[in-house]
Structures are given as C-alpha cells and as structure tokens.
C-alpha cells in the first residue's frame, strides 16, 4: 500500500495496516518472546529459514511497524530502528566496515558522531577522513583509499547547518565504488528524501522531529536497496561472503536488497542489542503521525525567527538556509520540499561568546536544555555544552564558531518566540 500515498498519509497511516478485528491503533507488543509449537520451528527462525519472531533483541512486531512506517517516508526497501541515533550511526557504519578499513565523512557532522567515528571507531581498527563538504568533487576525492567502504555526511549539519549537495556526494561515493549515507535527522523525509539524490543509506536520530515531543531517544537506519554490494568483488565481504555465525548464510544471496538491513538485524543487533523498547516505538509512531503537520510548522516559525535576527542591530551573524542572503539558500531551495531545511537557526551577537551566554540566562519561553528539534522552543551554546571538549580551534575547524547559539524553533505562536526573544535581547 505504502508506494501510493503522500508522505502525509503515510506519516498517520502507514506501518501499522490492522487485518479484519485487530486493533485499529498500533499495539505495544511489550513480549521479549513468542511462543511456538515445534522446537523444529523455532530452531528454523535462528537458521532464518523461516521469516517470524522469535525474541525482541532481534525483531518485535511493534517496531517493526515503525520501521516500516520510516521505510516508506524515505521510500526505502527495508528499515531497521534502533535504541538511539548514536547506535544507528553506528551500526550504519560497521554494518559494511571492520578493522583495517576506513571510510570518509564530511566534518561538519554532529559531535558525538564526530567522536564516535574518530575516537571510538578508531579503537575498533576503523579509520575515518574528513573532508569539507563544500570542496570540489576532485578535493574530496583525494580522501579515498582502497581499503574505504562507506562516504558519511548529514542534509543539514547539526549544528553549523550547512545544507549537503547531496548529488555531489553520491556522484564521489558512487565513482569510487561505495554507498552514500546519510544522517537526514535535520530535514527529515518531509523536507528531503535522500534516496531521490542518490544516496544510498539514510539513517535518523528520531529523538528529534521524528519523535517531535523529547519523550523517547531512538534511532533508525533504512535502505534504499540500491547499492549492488555484489558489483566489486569481495569488497563488501561481510554482505556478499558466507557469514559463520549463520552457518555459512550470504546476505546478498539469501536477502536480494534485504541484505543490508537483515545483516543489521541478524549479527549487529543479535550481537550488540541496541533494540528499542516497544514502548518507546510506539511513542516515536504518534510522533510520526503528525510529523507532517508539525514539520512545515517549524520552518514557518525558523523562517521569522531568522528574519528577525537577521534585522537586529544586536546580532552579529545569522545562519539559516531559508534566508536569501545564505550561502546555501540556492541549495536549498532545488533540495528541500518547498526550500525548507529544519527548525533550527544559529546566531551569534555582538560581544561573543559571553553575550551568547548571557543573552541565553534571559530566555524565559525558550529553555536551555540539551536537545533540539523538539515541540517546545529550546536553545543551547555548543561551546560550553555539547562541543565543550573541543578548543576554539577545533570548534573552528568543525565549523562551530564559539559564539554560536542554537536556536531551535518550536511550534508555539511566532509572536511569542519573537517576544521571548525581543526580551532577551533587550536586556544584554
Ligand atoms: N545525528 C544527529 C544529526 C543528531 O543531532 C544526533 C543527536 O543530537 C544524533 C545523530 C545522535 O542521536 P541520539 O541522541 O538519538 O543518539
């Protein structure tokens, strides 16, 4: 059914398509297990001869509604959630790479993925290079080896909000023989759907709009099926070679463009069991189920907001896509659903990084909390919170100017976050 409908029919009806006389909303199957009459079944269900639940750690009815659901808005084949985004990012990555290879990443990235790949990837023997998204196909080429497997970057990066030439990137990935994946959080598939500009993979931190109201961490990572791991040899070997763990099972062979997302669910997750609870996927499904009202609602407000800031004497500099003067308003607006990115605005004022700070303490509507893309209007200073183990010339060279301040848009009525802000600035 999924293929027929807008985004928005999918967003309240898609996943979850109950038979005759079952449950019209999405249960929570809240079981670690199911039950069988035949040992002979169950012990098909750990060969995967036979499709079916058998233990949550690997696949639960509820979550995977959700997955289908998220599969759909991204018009992906398969899609797997996870408990967090870090572990979606993560699997995404060593799902296709193990010790000894490496893969490229734009650096303009989120930063705990930053230290995901850099330090604790690093500790697993897999290396990355990052590279500036805005430099030329030739530039970003140089940073791939024999020994890559993978091209990384988010639409819209968190927090520096650069917008990601997304046809560009699949272009390099694609020339030096590796999937594109991508971190499309920010613009989510209401704004931009990756896989329509070649990328291959796309994953989410759905805590953020997906969820939408900061009630439950999560993650996902969909296929779009595309990638033929089977094109260069036994490069992608955990994919196309027999996998032990399985009696000697080839996911490409076995799985067709299930591949990707069943080696995920079948080793990644058995192994390292990053399973979401069926509560909290059902939380993230009455997210999703507005996420198309709610999305446009963020932009509108990031709109005025930007536009506000943008005529204040106070500010020194604001950053948002939807604006004429910005770097990345042509991209924009060819890649996003009606040119627009995400809530989310970054601004510095005159003064630095103290003002920042003390024009934040003011804030009454906005609160400062450790999130974005939430309901509720909210702001955080990455340099002294979520960037704060980096110097200011990392924090440079990742993009993040010290006085920056994230400004994420909720869903209030414009006039009061324009109030809140008003008086905030009044008073520095
Ligand atoms: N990707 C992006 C763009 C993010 O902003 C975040 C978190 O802020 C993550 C991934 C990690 O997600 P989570 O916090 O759900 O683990």
């Not at 029919?9 to 449950?23: A, D, F, R, S, Y």
């Not at 196309?240 to 080696?263: M, R, V």
């Not at 060819?334 to 005159?350: A, D, E, I, M």
Request: charged letters at 20%.
């Amino acid at each position: 059914m999924e293929k027929k409908f807008s985004e928005d029919t999918l967003c309240v009806q898609g996943g979850w398509q109950p038979k005759n006389g079952e449950p019209r909303v999405l249960p929570i199957y809240q079981s670690t297990t199911f039950k069988y009459d035949t040992s002979e079944q169950m012990a098909n269900l750990f060969d995967l001869k036979e499709n079916g639940y058998f233990y949550t750690r690997l696949q639960n009815p509820t979550n995977d509604a959700v997955a289908g659901k998220i599969a759909a808005l991204e018009g992906g084949v398969a899609a797997m959630l996870t408990s967090s985004g870090q572990a979606a990012t993560f699997y995404s990555i060593f799902n296709i790479c193990e010790a000894g290879d490496h893969f490229v990443s734009a650096s303009a990235i989120y930063g705990g993925t930053f230290n995901l790949f850099a330090v604790t990837m690093k500790k697993l023997g897999i290396e990355v290079s990052f590279v500036d998204q805005d430099a030329s196909e030739e530039e970003i080429a140089k940073a791939f080896r024999p020994n890559t497997k993978a091209l990384f970057a988010e639409t819209i990066a968190n927090p520096v909000l650069s917008v990601l030439d997304i046809e560009k990137f699949a272009r390099i990935a694609h020339t030096n023989g590796v999937p594109l994946v991508i971190d499309n959080t920010f613009a989510t598939p209401i704004n931009c759907r990756p896989f329509e500009f070649g990328a291959d993979i796309v994953i989410h931190s759905t805590t953020k709009y997906m969820d939408g109201h900061a009630s439950a961490v999560g993650g996902c990572i969909v296929d779009s099926g595309n990638f033929d791991w089977e094109a260069y040899g036994n490069k992608f070997a955990g994919l196309t070679e027999p996998d032990p763990s399985y009696h000697g099972l080839a996911y490409t062979k076995s799985f067709g463009k299930g591949a990707y997302i069943t080696k995920a669910t079948v080793q990644l997750m058995r192994d390292f069991g990053s399973i979401p609870s069926p509560q909290n996927a059902f939380l993230l499904n009455l997210g999703l189920e507005t996420l198309h009202l709610r999305v446009p609602r963020h932009c509108e407000n990031a709109q005025k907001v930007a536009e506000y800031l943008e005529k204040n004497p106070k500010v020194a500099w604001v950053n948002y896509s939807g604006l004429p003067s910005n770097k990345y308003y042509a991209l924009a607006q060819k890649q996003f659903r009606n040119g627009q990115s995400c809530g989310v605005v970054t601004f510095g004022l005159k003064g630095g990084r103290d003002t920042s700070i003390k024009f934040m303490d003011n804030l009454e509507l906005a609160a400062i909390v450790t999130h974005v893309a939430d309901a509720r209007t909210c702001v955080l200073h990455p340099a002294s919170h979520t960037h704060r183990q980096l110097s200011d010339e990392q924090l440079i060279a990742a993009g993040v100017r010290p006085d920056l301040i994230r400004f994420s848009v909720g869903i209030e009525g414009a006039n009061d976050i324009l109030a809140d802000l008003e008086q905030a600035l009044g008073k520095i």
